[in-house]
């Protein structure tokens, strides 16, 4: 079995992927982790653009 290796993240990489995304996503620890909860209203006042 082999094990998957996990990319971590840097604040740069974060930020611009924030950016171009539809759903708001937390950072931690180098790892982009999904936010639960949200509505699409709320990605939408949340947004960048």
């Known amino acids: 079995m082999q094990i ?3 990319k971590n993240y840097t604040p740069t990489e974060y930020l611009n992927f924030e950016i ?3 759903q708001r ?3 931690i620890n ?3 982790i999904p936010m639960t909860g ?3 209203n709320h990605n939408q ?3 960048p653009h």
């Open 4 to 6: 998957q290796q996990q």
């Open 20 to 22: 171009n995304s539809q």
């Open 25 to 27: 996503h937390e950072y």
């Open 30 to 32: 180098g790892e982009i």
């Open 38 to 40: 949200g509505t699409p």
């Open 45 to 47: 006042n949340l947004s």
